[in-house]
């Protein structure tokens, strides 16, 4: 906080501004979805391990000094991460439950904090490795992100094999104008936000590969926030000075068809993570290692770990709780990304479960089935 | 500038013949041309003045300001586009764009093209090349104008806090007109002093914005954007046509994907897109409810969208079913409504008489009957009329397009006669390939070809079973379709009648079909 002055005129606007509180009862916004897909008959989400997560840890995957991944390490947790999943003992069963040779997979990622917080690329191009023992050609494989200039960084494509496609709305197809939700937050004149088109066009299913963060308007970003504001496009509109609705609309995008039904698998690269100053952080101040990860098919019930993992982290760092939502918590940005007592939004971690209530996984923790290993 | 100045002058000269550009630059001169051309538009270009230059009003050049941010998190805050339209709203019809900084003078001459009012620029002499090509292109894509489409009234008391209002209400793209007392045909009058617009609304433009958006409804906005929030829209028209003039204010002018919805059914007929490669295409134009929707990819400056009201057949009511006879002077045909096709798919006139068709129905059926003039037909040997024939358009052939969902365009069925009593019928889903059933299915429908080779004229009449097409209840009188009529005649080169022209080498373009409307 270096300006009382500053803090002072917060807190004289903070009066005027009505939602100041998580605990704020207010009305869900009025979405309308359109789409032309129809959900399938047993929906990727929350899938066939509804409630069930595999944490996999390992002290050896990343050098924290040198954030260099361990391959081998790496592949060998993915092994163990899905066939704990899914009871078999060959990997390659485990895969073929989800994928055959006749997919064209979307793997998403998310590294709108690259280089410093993102996906893993030693991540994901062992997740390509497996996709190819099941038959996925590299050619029907597309790593992707909703916006153009961060994938970029991230040089997916020094990782994977050739002829897999490094992809963002921006570059390859655009957007589906069929498919989009539109709903009015804040008196914005767009209302729309239009699902990528690759989705849409090409993809036969979707493999979700969020990373370990926090975020300053959904409290914790991991698989929700990845598959709903990483696939759709104008969502930036849901914060509006101290509001979001990031409650609501994290889990009516996700729940979007066909990102509902296609996002049959999760796998939540958790080797290097982000205490504060997300989604975006790029200050390794606010990098931590939880050295782990997670498989499920259940979103929500991941996510509710996660929260859990990144509040942890904040405690431990003598932070603010990502459910502190207290008027006398905010700031500027700049503020905030000086200081991680300051909140620049009202936090929405209560999106998880919100996300809960649409169907999309399991959010009480006693009842998801929590399964931790270590190699 | 690259070229000599007065090589540019002869240049943009030459080429704005409806505009009378005139263009002075480092010291040359050159006389206007007497304004002429298509429109009532006219450009001017400093120092060459309209005789009435007097009467002509400075008003400020187009521009973009950030909005400024205290350093809380404003990430949707719009910018704000400084436009001269809510002025031309108010009547201000010559407009002298005295100060125009570096590379704006484009934007003003489109400013002043979309709202149709004469101007004099003053450009900085360096965007001399720049606004010779945009007057030229305005020029090419001017026509002559047609009167504002506008569902707001706003009863304007002159104030300049009125004058706010009305701009923002143009950067909003809610569009009005002035009016001096409440107009019944409007959606909306908007009245300072009322109880839904009292004076203290007028306070804050934006959120007197926000209560005529939300007083009117965006369901029946004329025009929406999406995709950004630095253009604004000019929508004209006459009742069957419409012309849409978008206007990007934004920082380089540059707009890509815009989604644009207009309130009401249409197709686009033509398109100009500044700064866009000569191929590009409107893309993704589709009926949605009472809207047409469709992107604008990359632009700049200005798009100008024509648009036309779809082509419109109706289907009288038939006391019971009958025979298929192929006769057009059957009782059942006699006195059907009809329509003509005389061009082909790209709208170009196909000589020698027109195909007609008519059609009628009932309560279980539609029935169409294609008259079909020809020179030399293009027929299967041994024919099969007991069986479906795969490929059946390689021949002459008549076809119709109907489907009834106009929620999902893509999704039609596909039904065709030969003049030997052939047919076919296919299940089309363009938006899921994949899963559209094709030749597979079966609509049940019966069909009677019949050549009259005195005459020359093949019939082809069609008894489709609604059941098949629509999956609404009973049909109604009032019920609307879309719908394709198409021909294909003769052997090379083979002619291709479309009765709503597609506007590619492709029958298959559900947003040009027309409608059929049960009577």
């Known amino acids: ?375 | 500038m690259t070229r000599p100045a007065t090589q540019l002058l002869l240049a943009i000269s030459c080429a704005i013949v409806a505009v009378t550009p005139d263009l002075k630059v480092q010291g040359s001169d050159t006389r206007s041309p007497a304004p002429s051309g298509q429109g009532s538009w006219k450009i001017y270009v400093s120092p060459a003045l309209p005789p009435d230059a007097s009467t002509y009003v400075d008003v400020p050049a187009p521009s973009l300001q950030p909005m400024p941010n205290d350093g809380y998190a404003q990430v949707t805050l719009a910018p704000w586009v400084q436009s001269n339209g809510w002025r031309f709203m108010r009547g201000l019809q010559k407009a002298r764009y005295a100060a125009i900084p570096r590379t704006v003078a484009p934007l003003a001459a489109a400013e002043a093209f979309a709202f149709n009012v004469d101007a004099i620029l003053n450009p900085d002499p360096a965007d001399a090349a720049d606004l010779g090509t945009m007057l030229e292109f305005l020029k090419v894509n001017a026509q002559p104008p047609m009167p504002p489409l506008a569902n707001i009234g706003i009863v304007d008391d002159g104030s300049p806090a009125m004058g706010e209002a009305l701009n923002m209400l143009i950067r909003r793209n809610l569009l009005y007109k002035v009016v001096k007392q409440p107009e019944r045909k409007l959606d909306l009058t908007v009245e300072v002093g009322t109880k839904d617009f009292p004076k203290e609304s007028l306070a804050n433009p934006s959120d007197f914005a926000a209560r005529v958006r939300e007083k009117l409804t965006d369901d029946k906005r004329l025009v929406r954007i999406f995709g950004a929030n630095t253009v604004v829209a000019r929508l004209t028209g006459d009742g069957t046509r419409a012309r849409l003039v978008l206007v990007a204010y934004g920082r380089n002018r540059t707009m890509q994907d815009i989604r644009v919805t207009v309130l009401g059914k249409y197709r686009p007929a033509a398109f100009a897109l500044y700064g866009a490669p000569a191929d590009t295409k409107l893309l993704d134009v589709i009926p949605a409810g009472q809207f047409t929707e469709f992107t604008i990819p990359r632009f700049n400056t200005v798009a100008i969208v024509d648009l036309q009201t779809p082509v419109r057949m109706t289907s009288a009511r038939a006391g019971r079913d009958f025979e298929l006879t192929a006769n057009p002077r059957a009782p059942e045909w006699r006195t059907a409504p009809r329509v003509q096709i005389g061009t082909d798919y790209f709208g170009k006139a196909i000589a020698g008489a027109p195909t007609t068709v008519r059609s009628r129905w009932t309560d279980k059926h539609l029935y169409l009957l294609y008259e079909c003039p020809y020179d030399e037909l293009n027929l299967r040997p041994n024919p099969n009329p007991a069986a479906e024939t795969p490929q059946l358009w390689n021949n002459d052939v008549a076809e119709v397009f109907v489907g009834w969902d106009f929620e999902h365009i893509g999704r039609y069925k596909e039904l065709q006669v030969s003049p030997q009593s052939e047919w076919v019928d296919l299940d089309i889903d363009r938006d899921n390939p994949r899963t559209q059933a094709g030749m597979r299915w079966n609509s049940g429908y019966s069909v009677k070809g019949r050549i009259d080779s005195a005459k020359k004229v093949w019939y082809g009449e069609m008894r489709i079973p609604f059941s098949a097409i629509d999956e609404r209840t009973t049909p109604l009188a009032g019920r609307e379709f879309r719908i394709g009529l198409y021909r294909i005649a003769g052997n090379e080169p083979r002619q291709f009648y479309a009765w709503s022209p597609t506007g590619q080498a492709n029958f298959h373009v559900p947003a040009a079909f027309g409608m059929l409307i049960l009577r």
Request: glycine share 8%.
């Open chain 1, 1 to 375: 906080m270096d300006s009382p002055v500053d803090r002072r005129r917060f807190l004289a606007a903070a009066a005027l501004v009505p939602a100041l509180s998580a605990l704020d009862v207010r009305a869900i916004p009025k979405y309308r979805v359109v789409t032309r897909f129809k959900p399938w008959p047993k929906p990727g989400m929350p899938g066939a391990y509804p409630g069930r997560v595999i944490t996999v840890h390992s002290p050896n995957c990343i050098d924290e000094a040198t954030e260099k991944v361990d391959a081998p390490t790496v592949r060998e947790m993915i092994s163990r991460g899905m066939t704990t999943l899914t009871g078999d003992r060959d990997p390659r069963d485990s895969w073929a439950r989800f994928f055959n040779a006749d997919d064209y997979v979307g793997i998403k990622i998310n590294c709108s904090g690259a280089p410093g917080a993102m996906s893993m690329p030693d991540v994901v191009a062992d997740v390509i490795r497996n996709l190819q023992t099941v038959g996925v050609q590299p050619a029907n494989i597309c790593i992707h992100e909703r916006a153009g200039g961060q994938i970029n960084q991230a040089r997916y494509e020094q990782f994977v094999p050739a002829g897999v496609r490094v992809e963002s709305g921006n570059t390859w197809l655009g957007y589906d104008p069929g498919v989009y939700v539109d709903v009015n937050f804040f008196g914005e004149d767009d209302t729309r936000s239009y699902l990528i088109r690759m989705v849409t066009d090409r993809f036969t299913k979707i493999i979700n590969i969020p990373n370990m963060k926090d975020h300053s308007a959904s409290g914790v970003t991991g698989c929700l926030k990845n598959i709903s504001y990483g696939e759709f496009n104008n969502v930036a509109r849901s914060h509006y000075r101290y509001k979001t609705e990031c409650l609501t609309f994290i889990g009516t995008l996700a729940s979007t068809e066909p990102i509902r039904s296609m996002t049959v698998l999760n796998i939540m690269d958790g080797l290097r993570g982000v205490w504060h100053g997300g989604p975006f952080s790029t200050n390794r101040r606010y990098r931590f290692y939880p050295k782990q990860m997670k498989f499920g098919t259940d979103p929500v019930a991941m996510d509710r770990l996660l929260i859990d993992i990144i509040d942890a982290e904040r405690k431990r760092q003598g932070a603010i709780s990502v459910w502190n939502v207290a008027p006398t918590t905010f700031g500027t940005s700049q503020q905030w990304e000086q200081d991680p007592n300051i909140n620049r939004f009202v936090r929405e971690t209560g999106h998880i479960e919100y996300a809960g209530t649409l169907g999309l996984g399991v959010y009480d923790v006693n009842r998801i089935q929590h399964t931790e290993l270590t190699v």
